[in-house]
């Protein structure tokens, strides 16, 4: 079930590729036909106007030097077509492989750097200060996707980015697809409602509440998260628990989204001393996510979906 | 003889308070202190336990008494591996940091000194951010050995450098100790920028936590807490013969480099140790042992020994604050003891000035 | 014999600031050090006291100061520094009883005896009164009293002073003076001392030795010290001793004549 929405997102891939490559073969298959017409169609679309956290952007012509500052941009950059657009993504864009990832960071990005690849389109999810301005300057159009606080903001992002590159009807099928999807997995794990989940940002016990995007995916399945009390220690939606709250509640699933970044493991959070109290522990209920998935709100959220959703039925097999 | 006899009779009319070291009000409170912050500490919390029922726990180990303990499996766990731990770490590293600031004081004669002056912090901090940086899988394990480690290898270096420019003079040492550290911390902070998404973890450890992973931590401190501070209690009179400053101690007799070396090597050694597992607490090594100045007396006899007890119990008691005051979240610790630490200390410092001959 | 110097070199910074001084001191005995600033009397003090190395020979009670360790030499020698370090929140009795540390054990923590030995010696200074006292709260003598009565404490044979009369006013140096004196008709106590008021110098020390870049220049009974040629010579200074019967000594400034003769009005 996981690799039918990857198999859709490769053959619309592979479809596109094709047209480019073939764009003047009447022959091919009606995919590529409308897939170049949809090229045509979006050519002749320009100029677009669209919406970022940085206000309206007009884009004057099909960008086909994007430069990506965002893991979860480029995720949907390509998921829609548009990856042949690209020609640089950040140090952190490590998805798709084949995503051509440069040195250019997106915590500090350096805006030299970033206009000698002469881009004409920047997309970033970060402004630490001076980047949007900076560009602006240089007369580089930036579009600024913050995170999403929920999916669908990830949808209107994703449908912007479709806007902005000249992939409209893509970009609809990605985000029919993913809501299909996400729906489904949603309804087939019904019953979850009040299970308690405990999302794990790092082993100091970092959270993330209902607030951030990720911790809107658990209220999708009717989760209670532990951490929403803890709301008001951290505006952002990020409070720093402690240890015996988290097993004072014992919450019936425990996601670990700190297993690349700090070696968290089932095992060693099961040997936490007190902890062998917690529900999740003694049922084994204890996810071990990627952390690129379960920090991005793209394309790739629907893989977390599926996560989320199996582990649940482990739950209400209890 | 009959001088001697006559004064000798005075003697005893009038006790000769501060040579007698820590008078017995003043133990009496130490000691009141540590164990009020204690019993807080273990009673209070992010998950209320309840005073009485965790009294009757407490009361249940005790044998004979036949009370039987009315916690679940859940609360025995979150007040004997979660708080206990906690409180205990609170304890040794609040009573390391305030010992070995007072020692610093004394031997640098320097009223602004603290554990870390001689670049104990700066080392910790890039030794924990290596590990942080470098090794995320690894992660937890090696974070306490490399902070460790860091500590006691920038304070040995800026002995030796020190040393070489010209002898253990105290500018000295101090100027070496604060080039060492500010080398040290630009190494780290650029370390940290190196790899910037860890950014957050690195700043959560520097600004201090007592989360621990259990008693194995406690355990493990203890020793290095328990030699340290036996060290530098055991050099409390010489500390108050160096306030006479090195030429002058000379002259009395003190070999004055070994004892700074002797000083300075237990109070980094245990600092270092501490460090490992809280952090960078900031604050606790300069305000405990002033504070006690204010209320107690200068002697190192008395200072000391006080500042252990009193920045135990602070510790404690400020690491009481981060968990509860916005729980179920928590604070940084170094942001509480500076937050609240630093009004305590001006409240000390307004009402014992001007008091006095 | 308490003290027997000879030859004795000492280097600072690369150069010679003490060079082939000798002089002996017998029990008891008063000698004062004079001469200008820079001359190297401090510096021969603390090469008595063993807190610089030096060159040549210098005997206390027989033994080469060199020789000895730290504490045995604070049982011999105590050092009354010219500006000493005053910690103001300690009380005098803490301070003197700081003297006693030669005598206690490295850790070790003063006893009743040394408390006895503290207050006696600042009784034998008239500072009994000032036992409780902060030392921030003392006046210049006062507060010289103190540290004369922590040297005391050391209950070390050999006395040295380092211009114990810089910062005090006539009243309070006198007294000071009269209190090393008392100590010294106890019996018990030699005294070396650097000195700036050569009236003084020439009242109490039973002899003097003046220094002048490092080196002996004179050695002998006060008036035989006290003239107005080595005065003039080594101190640039114009003078004129006055010898008394009473007083024994005075040294007395004179203003320049003018150039013409007639004596300044």
Redesign the interface.
Known sequence: MLHRPLAALLAVLLALVIAACGSDDDTAAPPATSSAAVETTAAAAFPVTVEGDNGPLTIQEQPDEIVSLSATATESLFAIGAGDQVIAVDDQSDYPADAPQTDLSGFEPNVEAIAGYEPDLVIASYDPGGLVDGLEKLDIPVLLQDAAPNLDAAYAQIETLGTATGHVEEAEEVVDSMQTQIDELVSSASGADGTTVYHELGPDFYSATSDTFIGSVYGLFGLVNIADEAGDADAGGYPQLSGEYIVSESPDLIVLADTVCCGQTAQKVSKRPGWDQIAAVESGNIVEADDSIASRWGPRTVEFVQLIADSLEGVSQR | MATARALRARLSARPERALRGVSAGWALAAGAFVVVSTLLGLALGPVDLGLGAVTREVLSHVPFLGVSSPFSGTEDAILWELRAPRVALGLLVGAMLASAGAAYQGVFRNPLADPYLLGAAAGAGLGATIVIAYDPGGGLDLRPIAAFAGAVLGVGIAYLLGRSVGGSATTTLILAGVTVAAFLTAVQTYVQQQSAETVQEVYSWILGQLETSGWSDVLILLPYVAVSTAVLLWHRRLLDVLAVGDDEAASLGVPVARVRLAVVAAATLGTAAAVAFSGLIAFVGIIVPHAVRLMAGTSYRVVLPLSLAFGGGFLVLMDLVARTVVAPAQLPIGVVTAFLGAPFFAVVLRSTRGVGP | MMLHAERVAVELDGSRVVEDVGFELDDGEWLGLIGPNGAGKTTLLRAV?G?VPYAGSIRIQGDEVASLG??????K???V?QI??I?P???V??YV???R??H?R?????G?RD??AA??AL?RLDGAHLVD??LG?LSGGERQRAVLARAVA?DATLLLLDEPTSALDVGAQQQVLELVAALRADGSITVLSAMHDLTHAGQYADRLLLLDGGREQASGAPHEVLTEQLIARHFGASIRVIRDEESGIAVVPLRPRVESGQPVP
């Open positions: 006291a807190l730290r504490r045995e030499a604070a049982r020698v105590a050092v520094p000493p370090v910690p929140d300690t009380t009795l803490e009883v700081l003297g540390t030669p206690l490295y850790s070790g923590s003063p009743p408390v006895v207050r006696s009784a006292r902060r709260s050391q």
